[in-house]
């Protein structure tokens, strides 16, 4: 029974944690402020180039900014990718791409191709965002960098 | 026993979902019209914006139009991206982006961004679409609350 | 016992085959030439239109050849999309698609949007990949039959 155990836990983690990173995309262009930083930790970070934001309530402001919610109006898709899951006990780590795209003057264009490194870890309330850290894949050294590192 | 039969069953109707929605994108831009419909219960709705969508019958339709043809024959893609699953017995919500991306004049551009949100049900043949449900994300603001609704 | 050993075995197949392919984006975008080719069999073949690769020393020859060290340079996103897995005992079919985005005079593009099929099997190092077979949707025919051949 042990070796099932086992078996089917690692499954439902990948599964729990790759449910997680995709509800972000949605989440986000919804506007749903309090629903995306909940996917944090309640100290978590989201490192995102120039922006660094430290704990949910950072978050939620950015998601209720006049920037964010001007993509929104105008028409935006946080399209992220199939992460590959790495679980270590209580922590994991996961890649992915995501793109930005927005709708500008009638037309789609991608605004942002993007570099994702998830550091997770799983608490009382199940799994959560420790750090996330998004770079931007317009050559700068760092961004292929972190899709190696898992 | 019947925890571990629990588990396996939310994991394996989580992962038969997930595949059906990858179906999609890769079947309608092969043009398998009866394939593709028969991702739909025999009755189910595929609303898009202007086009709704009743019934295998119209979905066959819609995939042998010489307007999905003529996308076929340019060069298109349908790209749809992982989806968050939320099952409930045997019924089931799921939300998604998509992207349709065309070959035109000899590049390809996004022509869509899209809001994807499913509702499927468990019937004697598995797990189908009764009702999908796709919104330009060009600002209207239904294809937002489209991504929250789950 | 052997059903639940069965049904279990499917879902870690079918995770494992979604986590090789999902590994492919990140790592060529990183320029893991040995990683890359590593995820198919020694004697595994990656057909991509024009260009042939047998075996890995040739995969790894196109990871490290100037041209793809350009794309990595000047910004890059190999996405690839989620598979539709079929597993057939130690051998596997997956189809999906991919999108090649990259970074040119300061802005994103989609170069190209392409068909994927993948024959994997399973062999003393677990999931590998035997052919890969890449065709741009750019309106040649055997693109769309690549997308229903599963």
């Given at each position: 029974m042990t070796d099932f155990e086992a078996r089917l836990r690692k499954l439902e983690d990948e599964a729990a944690i790759a449910r997680l990173i995709a509800s972000y995309g949605p989440l986000v262009d919804a506007g749903s402020a309090e629903a995306v930083a909940a996917l944090?930790?309640?100290?978590g970070v989201y490192d995102v180039d120039e922006l660094v934001m430290n704990g949910r309530d950072e978050i939620v402001a950015m998601v209720q900014s006049p920037n964010h919610q001007g993509w929104i109006a105008g028409g935006c898709a946080h399209f992220v990718g199939p992460p590959v899951v790495t679980v270590t006990g209580d922590d994991a780590v996961a890649v992915c791409h995501s793109l930005m795209i927005v709708n500008q003057d009638g037309q789609f264009v991608v605004r942002r191709a993007t570099a994702n490194h998830w550091q997770l870890h799983r608490g009382e309330d199940g799994w959560q965002v420790a750090v996330r850290t998004n770079r931007v894949l317009?050559?700068?050294?760092?961004s292929p960098a972190l899709l190696s590192d898992r």
């Open positions: 944090w930790e309640t100290d317009d050559g700068r050294p760092e």
